[in-house]
């Protein structure tokens, strides 16, 4: 069984930048497509950002395009989310997820496996 476990996460001030990792036990990398979504207290689960099986393609929200990239390391079996130029409407708990759809969807309902996610908190 697939298990995802998100690390990373924690205080920084706005304009800074912090890096969520997450580690995948149970599955290769290259097994599904990866995603990264947050949830904001009072707000509804949003899509921030996704890479395909293969890694070749990404997807983001058009909130974080140009300051959020994600990434992965075959070799750690881990995924990633660089997050540049934070502001207070970045702060949620940020959760990752897998897709055995394969594609970088924003949608979801095709993410089958997901963390117990991290807390981001931006200071202003």
């Known amino acids: 069984q697939m298990h995802l476990v998100e690390s990373g996460g924690g205080v920084v001030q706005a304009g800074g930048s912090l890096r969520l990792s997450c580690a995948v036990s149970g599955r290769t990398i290259s097994s599904n497509a990866w995603g990264w979504f947050r949830q904001a207290p009072g707000k509804e689960r949003e899509f921030v950002a996704a890479i395909s099986r293969d890694g070749a393609i990404t997807n983001y929200a058009d909130s974080v395009k140009g300051r959020f990239t994600i990434s992965r390391d075959n070799a750690k079996n881990q995924f990633y989310l660089q997050m540049n130029g934070l502001n207070p409407e970045d702060a949620a708990w940020y959760f990752c997820?897998?897709?055995?759809?394969?594609?970088?969807?924003?949608?979801?309902?095709?993410?089958?496996?997901w963390g117990q996610g991290t807390q981001v908190t931006v200071s202003s």
């Open positions: 997820a897998g897709s055995p759809r394969g594609v970088a969807t924003n949608n979801s309902i095709y993410y089958s496996n």
